[in-house]
């Protein structure tokens, strides 16, 4: 008998969070290559979808250069700390903004007025917390942080003392920030061999260091930088800038200095180059900044009393940055990019107008059949979706994140719309064999063909059972399940007793004739007589569920009393 039809579908997603492991960074330390690190392991495993960082490249004696992003979006900042040895308290004021933007980010809160999640959905802020990790050690350790061949060469460079605290170099001499080729030839006061601070280097960008932060800002191309440095309160902003960059950087300047209370350093005619900044500015022409934290205090590092001054002063600097730096991507190339997605949306339109075919169009029996209007729509979305998804596989990767995510949408509707037709179709072609099923019934045929066209109409119910399984909506599925389920099953169960019967006497016939023994034969006859009394009893039960569906087949008990007759 048949039973009732039940289809459903379901569907899980994600919700992407912070980890539960709570975690801070604490910049009330001295913080060293190692602390960092593992603050780095920390923070990319409390905020996996938002914090990553990697090893870009080595410094002179091996250690990684670590590179940390934060943020979703197409505007990239670069930030950077510890081009000096002694200036360590950068690298604590770079990891703790990570740490903060991030929990921000997850809270959903601002700093002093900045949204961290819509400024980090928009942009991406690269960090390099250390710059100098081999110069940073020297400085916290002494020579013990090099290897024991080099020891030697690193106290002659510091005058024969262990002490090291004013270290400003490298570990092999050259101060970093001198090595960047903008102006380096005239950089003035370089002792013209590797020191404590100062020293230029034989030819610019020739330290591993310096290489490694000039390769990556090719594969991230920043639209803003801001370098660390101490100490004095001041900022630098301007190397030869002209005209309207002049004035665009000095407003950001002039912003920077606001928010921080440092004072802008005007330089003179003839600045001295070889600094990141100078360099940054000179090469993108794209604003960049140099902020000396905290009082000034000579020649060493920053107390860990200060640190407290020093981030109320600048936690808000690294998000405004990045605020400015999607505003500076759109007008240089976001606008562009913005019309390909909308392009690519343009042609997934076609796509998004199927649903209401297999879903809100879909209110009774009647509905379940391909309009003219569907069929077109799906065959124009093919192509559509095609061109959309050439599109935005060539966007960058923010815009190529959500053109594709529309295109996956597009797709998966096309998909739906693809089952509800499948259905359909298969739906028809059961109809045809029901038909054909039911014309044989009519006319009281009952025969080998009879059988196949029963046979026929069994595998095409199995097929239109799992075409229907993907429908999408369960009200559909049932309205799929009335129209050519239920009508399929009836003809199949008029008749399934009789085709069973007639194939039965058949058997008997072929035992029969190879002399079977009797009480073999009269075992199949009982058999056919159980079948016979099921016969009725199903059509008696079908017709109380379904009034008249169930007919009597005189035509077929005819032709099987005459087989019955002859056999017995």
């Not at 200036?87 to 961290?116: F, H, P, R, V």
């Not at 004035?247 to 921080?260: F, S």
């Not at 799906?378 to 995510?405: C, F, H, R, T, W």
């Amino acid at each position: 008998m048949i039973a009732a039809f039940v289809f459903c579908i379901s569907f899980t997603g994600t919700e992407e969070k912070a980890s539960a492991a709570p975690f801070s960074v604490n910049a009330n330390q001295v913080y060293t290559y190692d602390v960092m690190k593992k603050d780095l392991q920390a923070l990319a495993a409390t905020y996996p979808h938002l914090v990553s960082y990697k090893s870009v490249g080595k410094s002179e004696y091996g250690r990684d250069l670590y590179a940390v992003s934060i943020g979703k979006g197409p505007a990239q900042v670069f930030v950077n700390g510890s081009h000096h040895a002694r200036e360590w308290m950068t690298t604590s004021l770079n990891m703790k903004m990570i740490d903060q933007y991030a929990k921000a980010y997850y809270s959903n809160s601002t700093i002093n007025g900045l949204s961290a999640k819509s400024i980090l959905d928009q942009t991406t802020i690269w960090f390099m917390p250390m710059v100098n990790p081999d110069g940073v050690s020297l400085q916290q350790y002494g020579v013990k942080s090099l290897p024991a061949s080099s020891q030697s060469s690193a106290l002659k460079m510091n005058g024969g003392s262990a002490d090291f605290k004013h270290w400003k170099a490298n570990a092999k001499g050259v101060d970093l920030n001198r090595q960047y080729d903008a102006k380096w030839s005239s950089i003035c006061c370089s002792p013209g061999k590797p020191a404590s601070e100062n020293f230029k280097g034989y030819s610019p960008a020739s330290t591993a260091e310096t290489k490694v932060v000039l390769g990556f800002m090719k594969d991230i191309d920043p639209e803003m930088s801001l370098s660390y440095h101490s100490s004095g309160e001041i900022l630098f902003w301007n190397f030869y800038q002209t005209g309207a960059r002049y004035t665009r950087d000095l407003n950001y300047a002039k912003q920077l200095g606001r928010m921080t209370g440092y004072r802008l350093v005007y330089p003179g005619p003839n600045p001295s180059g070889g600094g990141f900044t100078d360099w940054f500015l000179q090469t993108y022409k794209r604003p960049a900044f140099t902020l000396e934290i905290s009082p000034f205090v000579g020649d060493t590092s920053v107390p860990l009393k200060n640190f407290s001054k020093v981030w109320e002063e600048n936690k808000d600097v690294g998000l405004y940055a990045a605020k400015e730096s999607h505003k500076l991507y759109q007008q240089r190339v976001g606008s562009t990019y913005d019309q390909q997605v909308s392009q690519v949306n343009s042609y997934l339109q076609s796509s998004f107008k199927l649903k209401p075919y297999y879903t809100a169009n879909i209110m009774s029996q009647a509905n379940v059949y391909i309009s003219a209007s569907m069929k077109k729509l799906y065959d124009q979305s093919d192509y559509e979706v095609k061109k959309a998804e050439g599109i935005a596989s060539n966007l960058p990767a923010y815009y190529k994140e959500n053109a594709m995510k529309n295109v996956r949408n597009a797709k998966q509707i096309r998909l739906q719309a693809a089952y509800f037709i499948d259905a359909v179709k298969a739906g028809d072609l059961l109809n045809k064999e029901r038909s054909e099923l039911q014309s044989f019934a009519a006319n009281g045929t009952l025969n080998d063909e009879t059988g196949a066209a029963y046979d026929e109409l069994s595998r095409q119910l199995k097929k239109e059972e799992a075409s229907i399984g993907k429908v999408y909506g369960g009200s559909v599925r049932s309205l799929f399940g009335q129209k050519y389920l239920v009508p399929a099953k009836i003809a199949k169960e008029t008749v399934i007793y009789e085709i069973s019967r007639y194939r039965l006497l058949a058997e008997i016939k072929e035992l029969k004739a190879k002399g079977t023994d009797p009480v073999i034969l009269q075992e199949k006859f009982n058999l056919y007589d159980r079948l016979t009394e099921r016969s009725a009893a199903v059509k008696k039960a079908g017709n109380q569920l379904y009034p008249g569906k169930y007919p009597d087949l005189p035509g077929f008990e005819t032709t099987l009393k005459q087989i019955e007759n002859e056999l017995r």
